[in-house]
């Protein structure tokens, strides 16, 4: 059940508004996604953000905002999640009442943001701010595929009386009323548990609005876009001397159903790509950053040599990541188009080597439009 979650019920806050700006550059997703959540309870309930993550995806910013007040959490790595907020959690999985706290569980099969955002008033309006970045898996015939969120697009469940043409101001008005007439249980709620939330489907209790938009900037010409979710529309700048840059947007109205999902095709996908982008900062400064950070003054102060150097630099590949120019190679050859001794080759020992390889769920072994989903990482330059 991703989303905001009433830690006391282990119910859904109603989902009112979400927006959803994103950007493909390449083979790589950026997406800000703001969702506005409704507390229609005539009580404060203590409220928790479940996000999951798809694979190959990291959070770069949250921010939520409760009666005005603008909360922003600081992202860090695994190992100090753990240390700071190691007693948060308790050994089964659950998650004790606490302000403020993070956890990245990597033990289940996909990466999920857990914020405890504490008491929210009654009747109150919560903003919630993610932004993330993916690497996108690359289909067996070369294309690439965009979701929506499950947090940002919970299927509307429909009530009998909403079937019957009630009004929504009516039936959040009933629902609060028999949200607040059922006394809270006096033994205490159980301890919340991630891996069942995670199993249930995202719900919203009534109709939402819902705008979507997806840039896609492409180092490669475009063969098409296609949805086979919704209908879409696709606009281009008139000027443009070729089809690399197009504007995805919904054609019809959000019908509450599914993901939105979005298919990329290339118009070569079994070349190689290559993209090169360049980090926040000159190499001057990021010389002069480096000379300043204190493990790199006490490693060069025992030993100056340029080996050592470059043994730090190293080590702080991932700190700096943004501050160096990154490059990512994408390639999805065609095996089915290959030489016969490629397909099939004999081993000199006797037997068949398999060729095939994989990256992910999506690209594995080739599909029957032939390729594979072998794809790049990033590399330093």
């Excluded at 840059?245 to 190689?272: G, R």
């Excluded at 993209?275 to 900062?281: N, Q, T, V, Y």
């Excluded at 470059?310 to 994408?330: A, F, G, I, Q, T």
Aim: proline share 8%.
């Amino acid at each position: 059940m991703p989303g905001l979650i009433n830690k006391e019920s282990r119910g859904a806050l109603p989902l009112s508004v979400c927006d959803i700006t994103s950007c493909v550059r390449g083979y790589t997703l950026a997406m800000t996604a703001s969702m506005t959540y409704e507390n229609i309870e005539d009580r404060a309930v203590e409220g928790i953000f479940l996000y999951p993550l798809e694979e190959n995806s990291i959070v770069v910013g949250f921010e939520t905002m409760i009666c005005s007040q603008i909360i922003t959490l600081q992202i860090k790595d695994k190992t100090k999640i753990d240390d700071c907020y190691l007693d948060g959690c308790t050994t089964n999985g659950g998650l004790q009442s606490g302000s403020g706290q993070v956890l990245v569980d990597e033990d289940l099969e996909r990466t999920v943001l857990l914020v405890h955002l504490g008491l929210i008033p009654p009747l109150e309006t919560v903003h919630v701010l993610v932004s993330t970045s993916s690497e996108l898996c690359t289909l067996p015939c070369g294309g690439i595929r965009v979701r929506s969120p499950p947090a940002c697009t919970p299927r509307v469940q429909r009530s009998i009386n909403e079937e019957q043409g009630l009004s929504p101001n009516f039936c959040r008005t009933r629902e609060r009323s028999s949200c607040a007439s059922s006394p809270p249980d006096q033994s205490g709620p159980p301890p919340l548990c991630l891996a069942s939330l995670l199993e249930e489907e995202a719900i919203n209790s009534m109709d939402y609005q819902f705008n979507f938009q997806l840039e896609i900037r492409a180092p490669y010409l475009l063969a098409g876009v296609e949805s086979p979710s919704h209908a879409i529309r696709a606009d281009a700048d008139p000027q443009a001397r070729s089809a690399t840059s197009v504007m995805i947007t919904l054609a019809d109205k959000y019908t509450y159903d599914c993901p939105v999902e979005i298919l990329i095709y290339p118009s070569e996908p079994h070349v190689p790509h290559v993209l090169i982008e360049s980090g926040d900062i000159t190499p001057g400064e990021y010389d002069e950053f480096l000379h300043g950070r204190s493990d790199f003054i006490k490693a060069v102060k025992k030993d100056g040599s340029d080996l050592r150097k470059v043994e730090m630099l190293n080590r702080r590949l991932h700190k700096d990541l943004l501050h160096n120019p990154v490059v990512m190679l994408n390639f999805c050859p065609d095996l089915r188009g290959g030489h016969q001794d490629l397909r099939g080759g004999q081993d000199p020992r006797g037997g068949h080597q398999d060729l095939r390889g994989g990256s992910g769920p999506e690209g594995g072994s080739p599909g029957p439009e032939g390729g594979s989903g072998l794809e790049g990482g990033f590399t330093r330059t």
